[in-house]
Each structure stands twice: as C-alpha cells, then as structure tokens.
C-alpha cells in the first residue's frame, strides 16, 4: 500500500471526509473545490498558469525562504524551551543544549544552518525578481513588501547571533551595532536603542530576544501573508505578455442604477483567470500542490543533512575586555565592515542608505513593462548590467571581509597559513 | 496530470520521504550514540561481575544508565565528570584504569562540596572526553596537568604555608625573593611596568609560562622582563604559583577556607596583636609573659590551644587578656608556636627590627630585585639603555643621593630611561613611580636600607 492509496483510504473514512469535505480530488471540479475548500490551500487559486510551474524560472526561491521560516519558527520553539535569556545563563545553556539536552545541538545545528540559509536564499530571491523584471507594474508594492521582508530577515538573523552569548555573539553584535552608530544624527541614538546602553550587555540581550522570538517573527509572519496575498491579486507569478491592468476604475456613473451589483461585478482586476488562454493553465491540485510538497522535502533533507555533519559554532564565553582579533560581524554585514574599514562615513551611513533607497525606489522608477516574465531579457540589458555590478561587488567586498581579513583588519591569504599568533596561552 | 507523472511523483515523493527518515535516524542515532553510555554499561559490568548475591546482581542490573552531575551553583558550576568516572568514590576501585579508576584522598574535599572542576580545570558541563578534559578550540581552560595540580591548592589556601602543597609554597616563595613584585601587580601590591598578574593562571598555560620564564621574548615578543635564571625545581615551582593565581572570586564556604588555621597565618597574628609586648622570642620582647621560645616543649598542644580561647582556664590568676580569637585563629597560633623553625621568627616582629632590617623587608616586598638584582647588585639587562646595558645597581646610591633625593626618585620614579642609541627602542625596563604604594614608614626604612647598601670602609675617594 503506496502513500497514495492509504491517503485515499484516509480521506474516504468518516473522518477523512469531515476534514477534508472534497474526497481524493477525481474530476477537475473536485479538484478546485479541493484547493478552495481547505484553509491551507484555499490561499493559493485552483489553476495556475503553466509558465508558474517552471522551476527553471522561479528556481523555487521564494518557497525555499518560506520553507526555512517554518523550519526556523519550529526550531526556534524547541530552543526557547531551553534558552534563558541572561547573560549568566545564556552560555551555559548551549553547552547543556550540546551536552545534555537530547537532540539538543541537532535541533540548535538546524536553526544555525536554516538560519544562514534564509539570508541567502531571500537575497537570491531579489535577485531573481530583479533579473526577470517581476517587480515592474503591478507588482510594485509587492517588491516593496520583499524589500521589508528582506529588512526583517536580516533583523532575525542579527538579533538571533547575540542570543548564545559566546565571544562570536558578544563582539560581532558589538561590530555590527557600531557599524549603525556611524549614521549621523540617529546613529548613536539608534545604537543606544538597540543595545538599551553604551555596550552589549544583559538589556540588550534581554531587547534581542524579545525582537528575535516575538516582534521580527510577527512581523515577518504578516509580511509573509501580505507577500503571499499579493502574489494572487497580482496575478500570480510573473510571466511573458501578461497585462498589465490591475483594478478597473469604474466609473459608478455610468451603471445602470436600477439594479443590484453582487461583489464580483464591483471588485473586477487582474486574477489569474481574467484574459489568460485557458490551454496555458492546469489546476493546482496536483501540478502545483505537489511540486510544493516535494520542495519542501528536499529543504528539509539539505538542512537536516547540514545539521547532521556540522555543528553550529560556539566559541568562549562573552568576554567584553578580550576582543577576537579581528572581530568580525555576521558575515552578510561583512561587505559594510569591509566598506566601514576604508571609511565609516561611506561603509557606515552613504553605502547602506544607498542600498535601501535604491531598492524601494526601484519599482517606481523603472516601471517600464519591457522583459518581464525572462531572465537577462536584453531589453533590459543596461538595468542587468548595473544590478549585476552592484551584486558582483557586494559579493566582493564579503568575500574579502570574510576570507581576506585578519588581526587588525590586515590583508591575509586564506589558503596559506597565517604565522603564529603572538600572544598564546 | 495524467497517471505517467503521478506515477513518477509519488516515485519522488517516496524517495524524499525515505532521504528525509534517514537522515533524521542518523542524526537521531549520532545524538543517541554517546561514549559515556559505553562507560557506564561498562561500570555496571564491572558491578555485575563482582556481585555477591543474586541480589546484588539484580541490583547492579538495574542501575539506570544516565548522566550523573554534581550542582555547585555556590562555584557557578555543574561538573558532570562523574557521568564516566563513576567509581571516582569507591575505594575497591583502587588501581582500575581510566575511567573507572578511583579518586585517592577524596575525604577532605568530599566531591559533592567541591565537584572536580575547581581543582582539575576542564569542562565540567561536558560529557565527550575531549569537550570535558578540555583540550579543544574554543575552551580556555584545559585540565591542569597532574605535575601542576598543588595550583589548584593556592586558590583556596593560603600559597606561602600549606604543608599539603610544599610546592606551591616554595613557587611564592621564589615570587617574593626573585623580586617579581618590582613589575608586577599581585593582589595589588607591585610595580605597573609589566602586566599585572591576577588572572594569570587562568590566561596562560603551564608550557607558556614556563617558555616566559626561561626566555620572555621568545613567547612575548619584546617584552624587557629578564630572563629568570632558576634552577629547574624553582622554574616549576613558581609556574604552578603563577597558575594558582586564577582570579576566581570564590564565595562564602570557599573563600572561608582562606583562614584555614596555617603557621603562617599563625606568625602573622602573632605580629600583629603584639604578642611581643608581653612575651619574648629570642631573648627579645616583654618580660610581663614568660618567653616563648621553647612553649611547645613545655606545653601539650591542647593546653595552648585552651590558652588561646580563655586564659583563665589553664593558668588561673594569670593577667593574659582573653583575646577573643576565632577557633581558627586560635589553632594558627597554636601551630606557630608548636612549628616555628628557628629564633629569626623573632626578628620578623617589625617593632624589634632595625630600620635596616626593616627596609630590606621593604626591599624585598615591593620587588624591588626584581630589577635591581638581589641587595641591589644590579646585573639585570636592560637593552639599550645608558647604564652599560643594565638596571643600575645601588650598592653606591649613599655617594650619589641624600636622603630627600633617594625618597623623590623611588616616589616620582623615572618613567624616560636615556637610551644609549636614540635609533634603537627605549629601554624596556623603567623605575615606576611608586608615590603613596611604599607608605611613609617603609620608605624611610627602605631608604636606610639602601643607604646601608654600601660595603663598610670603602671610599672611592672621589
């Protein structure tokens, strides 16, 4: 008996039926009525345009992202029940989590790994939005909500590095918040906010783990519905030669007013049904459902497999008056502590301000509808090209601050090995 | 979708579903699979073999394997060695190879007081070998070497007079004589031209200080302190001072065993509540009290002790106050009086000292050979400066300096050394300004010390 036929057997019973209304969709009304008629499902619509299914389009970034928030949201409950937000505490309960606590470093191993994994795939996701023109109208709020998403992701990530409270924690939050002190005039306000004082201590892991367990999830949990809804109402994932009309103004006017308008007649715009040739669309159940199910699968193996072979780091315990040498922040912050070290002002303030401002302005600026739906379409060749630099030297810049950087920030070749450091134990 | 893709999903479906189980067995297998869980069934093993009676044989059958853990939350520790060293309490386990040998000599220290880690460093939250004896990345504080172990003595007790740790002893003892205190800050007392040394135990390793001492620059690069010239014992003896000196603030019970009754301590009351007032030692002091010299022929142990705690009791009528010595107190001054070694205990009563005597005691407590050389003969290199390459002797400062001058130089100190070749580094060594460290007193006694440095009956005849 496959999984197939006892999900059959199941959703026949009795109880299956109470669950699931719709048996084990048979005809294609069974199969709308499948997505529409259960919660989970009923957020994405019953048929899908084919071009959405191309995993070679969308490379799948946005579910991956998604996919490592649950298992980060679930991780990160098993660990609050261990963790104690205290200085005092904090350490000592990674060692027991390590030592002692079944499964515990496994399941500390897995939000480590998930953790830098989501960084990176919400960047890749931007990239990839960028690269096929999807944030171009009437997608730009919605790349707007990413850029927030992307904001958030990188808040929770940064909030999580201080909670082990061991030296990597202790000085690469000590970097990075002072990397936010060179703003001028809200750096050192907004410094002394995050920490609740002048340096790391107890009230700004107590801030970080209040941030990092409630506010950043919350607020990335509605950004993620919003994110979600909005891919619908604009019509699902972008594609070539779709239009580009949203919401038709209606001019009340003109109705005819001796009659009564049902909510579908009012609220018309782009759904994916509206204007779509009905030969480039297949029903969600199975083709989209179960290509989701198998995605997630295999983000959960790759992360299991991280957290079987490596183990999250832990250095000593936090000791504020013995500096690593150098001390580095979270390595997606490693570009701007390169930049800060030629110069805080341009590293610090100019270059991160940049970033923000160009990314949600881009949208409204470049709102050409021209290659969207393609990846690199060469009339957007220029726009390619300066995003691509700008990616390029991000990339640069972390690779140096990651690999090439050493004792007081000096140049060093990661492949040879470096002399004998001065002051041993 | 027709059934040719179904087919081949739930063909995928499966073989993620079985990647997925696993990987989650293996990674539930790698957590589950711990060596200490073999120790332990190897231990109860051990129980099983030796069982007398089959109820003893049930009995060792039963025995849960789990982590075992001594809570110390006093010492801000939980020492789980006892997870694989499980028969660390059991006598018959006496000659057993590791892990299950047992732990002589336990009583005094009795583990559920003391757990292990407050003596053999390490990592007592940990339970794999390497993670616990401490010898991996990120974990600064490895098990002490059994050679080094009397450090751990030093953190409780009293260094200078713990006859269960002689080596120890004598490593403070080298500490004062060789004159580290001239550079050095202890407990708050030396000199700032090297780091101070309150922590230095927990932030070296036996091998770097060892390394220092020989030859400082090898391992500090630049550093000016002069190479030690020791005799080996004396090398290992002041290393394992150096690492009993960990810093570690311990709280109430612990810090109590400071005033463990000792001679030592002992010696320093005897000084302090002016014993000598009344009683004589060697032919000086008081003459109201008889003299003391020979009390612990004349008297039993238990007699001087009840001495200590009221007078009246033993000798009624008699004019000795009662004190209202501490049971500890009372004890160390029982042992010093029964131990003393010889009359020149007499001599360290400072009121009966000369200035002279007094200020080579002076001399010797700031450190001052460390730099000056043992009574100030000098010969301790000091690279590059105008002194022939030397700290200045002062064998001679009675022909150079008055009274007034000598006090300035020690107090104000001479942070610039002329350098011999201004293109080469300073000179490493500076006198640092001593100002109100060295009290009033001690620098008169100290500067009458030096003034007496001079050899009697020579005159350079300027």
Redesign the interface.
Known sequence: M???SLWSWFAATRVGRSIFRVGPPQSNLERSQAMVSSFLLHVQPAKVNRHALRASYSLGLGLISLYLFLILTGTGVLLMFYYVPST?QAY?RM??L???V??G??VRNMHRWAAHLMVASVMLHMCRVFYTGAYKPPREFNWLVGVGLFLTTLGLSFTGYLLPW??LAFWAITVGTSIAGYAPVVGPGLKYLMLGGNIVGQEALTRFYALHVIVLPAIAGLMVAVHLFRVRKDGGLSRPGESADTVQSLALDQLPTNKTYGLMELARGTTPQVGQNPEDE??SW??LI?RE??LF??V??FV??L??FWNAP???LANPIHPPNPAKAPWYFLGLQELVSYSAFWGGVVVPALIVTALVVLPYVDRRRVGVGRWFARERRVATMVFSVCVAAAIAFTVIGTYFRGPNWGWVVPWRTPPPA???? | MDNGSLQRFYGWFSALCVVVGLLTGLGYYRDEYRPWKDYQRRFIAEEVRRAASPEQRQQAMRTPIQIQQILLPELNRVDRCTTCHLAAEDPSYGGYPQPLAYHPRHDEHPFDKFGCTICHRGQGRATTTEDAHGNVAHWDQPMLPLKYIEASCGQCHEAADNPAAPRLARGAQVFETVGCRGCHKLGGVGGVVGPELDRVGARRSPEWLRAHFLEPAAVTPGSGMPPQKLSEPDIDAVVLFMLSQTGEALPGFYASMKVIPSAAQGLHLFQQKGCIGCHSMGGQGGKVGPALDDVGLRRKPEWIIQHFRDPQTVSPGTVMPKFGFTEAEARALTDFLLHKRDQAVALEIPALMSPVDRGREVFRKYGCAGCHGPDGKGGVPNPNAKTAQQVPALTYVADGYTKPELRRLIQGGQREIPALDPARPPPPLYMPAWGTTIRDAELDDLVAYLLSLKPKGEDLGF
């Open positions: 496959g999984p197939g005092t000592d060692k027991d390590q030592f002692v079944s499964a470093l496994f061991d030296q297949v029903f199975p083709h179960f199910l198998l699968l295999v959960v193996a299991l497999f957290a079987i832990l250095e000593e001065m002051e041993g134990r």
